[in-house]
């Protein structure tokens, strides 16, 4: 099932063309609309526990290598997307103890990413925290329409997903392609 929800969208990120943003884009879409289609698959997917995502990252585990291949996705992605627009990202305006959680992830990042073939130049533990900021809005709201915790609010979750989108297209300095 995750498997298969990752191919769908690596052949969504395909489609999309060579912008990552527009990539990133397609792919929250599309995962949104698998979500809601599906919320028990979504709910059987996405409720592996992070322990054993962090435990072993060698395992042969098929739910948990299942959830790295599809984490793999959204982050290599945000990596092109960072490495195409370099997004304001200044490890300087981090709070020290932010910094030192995060330079291990970011250090696990760009070892995968070298690891592929993806070369993104320097990445500042800023721009995970963009990456992290994206993913967990995207994510959240998600969980929250398929979940029906946002039902009291809205019937039609679109239009706030949309806006979600496009707020999220200001961390990434969307409108600056040149940066």
Do not use: K
């Not at 289609?37 to 709910?43: D, L, Q, T, Y």
């Not at 990252?57 to 290599?76: K, N, Q, R």
């Not at 533990?125 to 009291?152: D, K």
């Amino acid at each position: 099932m995750a498997r298969e929800l990752t191919q769908t969208l690596r052949d969504i990120r395909a489609a999309a063309g060579p912008e990552p943003l527009a990539q990133v884009l397609a792919i929250c879409r599309t995962f949104r609309t698998w979500a809601l289609a599906r919320p028990a698959e979504f709910g059987l997917v996405f409720s592996v526990p992070q322990q054993a995502l962090n435990a072993n990252p060698d395992t042969d585990d098929e739910t948990v290598v299942a959830a790295l291949e599809f984490a793999w996705l959204f982050e290599e992605t945000m990596l092109r997307l960072w490495a195409r627009h370099r997004f304001a990202a200044n490890d300087g305006d981090l709070p020290e103890a932010l910094r030192a959680d995060l330079t291990p992830y970011r250090d696990r990042l760009l070892a995968r990413a070298r690891a592929r073939g993806l070369d993104v130049g320097e990445l500042p533990v800023a721009a995970t925290v963009v990456l992290l900021q994206y993913w967990t809005r995207i994510f959240g709201q998600i969980s929250m329409e398929v979940y029906g915790h946002l039902a009291h609010a809205t019937d039609r979750g679109e239009p706030l997903f949309e806006a979600t989108l496009a707020d999220l297209g200001g961390l990434v300095d969307a409108d600056n392609p040149e940066r």
